[in-house]
Nanobody, 113 residues
Framework: VQLVESGGGLVQPGGSLRLSCATS????????MSWYRQAPAKERALVAS???????NYVDSVKGRFTISRDNVKNTVYLQMNSLRPEDTAVYYC????????WGQGTQVTVSS
């Protein structure tokens, strides 16, 4: 099983990034996919999730700014992040969850001028 995040980096406040999480080794379409983030000295927290049927949920702080989506052909989940703020700075992780839970290694997002 592999989950590989990419797309992180340094961006100015108000900017955008698109994170990708490419997966393999499990039946992607049967898994709820989520993005979590962990800021320094804070616990890992859920950002957004997407069900097998495409229903989405977001934490209040990112509603209207972030969009989660999935491609069941490419076995990839995305997180489009717009209007980024310094408080969005964190390591972002993707998770696939069904009976088992699988995690990626994370990608750093830094929002700073």
């Amino acid at each position: 099983v592999q989950l590989v995040e990419s797309g992180g980096g340094l961006v100015q406040p108000g900017g955008s990034l698109r994170l990708s999480c490419a997966t393999s080794g499990f039946t992607f379409r049967n898994y709820v996919m989520s993005w979590y983030r962990q800021a320094p000295a804070k616990e890992r927290a859920l950002v957004a999730s997407i069900s097998t049927g495409g229903s989405t949920n977001y934490v209040d702080s990112v509603k209207g700014r972030f969009t989660i989506s999935r491609d069941n052909v490419k076995n990839t989940v995305y997180l489009q992040m717009n209007s980024l703020r310094p408080e969005d700075t964190a390591v972002y992780y993707c998770e696939g969850r069904n009976t088992w839970s699988y995690w990626g290694q994370g990608t750093q997002v830094t929002v700073s001028s």
